[in-house]
């Protein structure tokens, strides 16, 4: 069983278009992540979802919308796109213990390329 | 601010030999401290965790790390490597807000 799952794995298509990811977990888990991984390799957050509410919104242009219907499920929107968004986009889970820190399960990826 | 620095951008190391792989942090408080494997074209996964306790942690496949305090160091240890091991390492801090600050991974290159 895929614990935490994106679709689509590649998405290819033109600046200016809007685009959607989607990002399931299966883990039971109550925080959802998503993570922008550039061309060299670098891993920066860009949203946090505890249970559908907003927590972490880093410095992400507001043409990047994150949507959680449910706590499993966190996609992310993002409308005209620019050649700059070109990147691997990742989905993350965990499930916070108490006052603990957060181990976080992260889906296969996404690579965006916009032409 | 948390911040994690990875100073090595490239190891070569021979199969059967030892391994380490450097990271500091910076973090205001205790950290929570974690290392990350991605494999290409793969997603991230969890090696091992430091939360508190014994500072040499074990991990899976074979993986241990030491937290120093002193030094704010996690370093990323292995005895023996196999070329299966050949990839991308991530050391990374995590805030009590669930924030995770990577930093500029480590690409581990095996030869025969």
């Known amino acids: 069983d895929t614990a935490v799952s994106q679709t689509p794995k590649y998405l290819v298509t033109q600046m200016g278009n809007d685009k959607s990811i989607k990002c399931e977990q299966n883990?039971?888990?109550?925080?959802m992540y998503w993570y922008k991984q550039d061309s060299k390799k670098f891993l920066k957050i860009m949203f946090s979802?505890?249970?559908?509410?907003?927590?972490i919104n880093e410095t992400v242009p507001n043409r990047f919308s994150p949507k959680s219907p449910d706590k499993a499920h966190l996609n992310l929107h993002i409308n005209s796109l620019e050649l700059g968004d070109s990147a691997v986009y990742f989905c993350?889970?965990?499930?916070?213990?108490?006052?603990?820190?957060?181990?976080?399960?992260f889906g296969p990826g996404t690579r965006l390329t916009v032409t | 601010a948390q911040s994690v620095t990875q100073p090595d951008i490239h190891i070569t190391v021979s199969e059967g030999a030892s391994l380490e792989l450097r990271c500091n942090y910076s973090y205001g408080a205790t950290p929570y401290l974690f290392w990350y494997v991605q494999s290409p074209g793969q997603g991230l996964q969890l090696l091992l965790k430091?939360?508190?306790?014994?500072?040499l942690v074990q991990g899976i496949k074979g993986f241990e790390a030491e937290f120093k305090r002193s030094q704010s160091s996690f370093n990323l240890r292995k005895p023996s490597v196999h070329w299966s091991d050949a990839a991308e390492y991530f050391c990374?801090?995590?805030?009590?807000?669930?924030?995770?600050?990577f930093g500029t991974g480590t690409r581990l290159t095996i030869i025969p």
């Open positions: 990374a801090v995590g805030a009590l807000s669930g924030k995770l600050t």
């Open positions: 979802y505890n249970n559908k509410e907003l927590i």
């Open positions: 430091y939360f508190s306790g014994d500072t």
């Open positions: 883990l039971g888990h109550d925080t």
């Open positions: 993350a889970s965990s499930q916070p213990p108490s006052g603990g820190a957060y181990e976080q399960y």
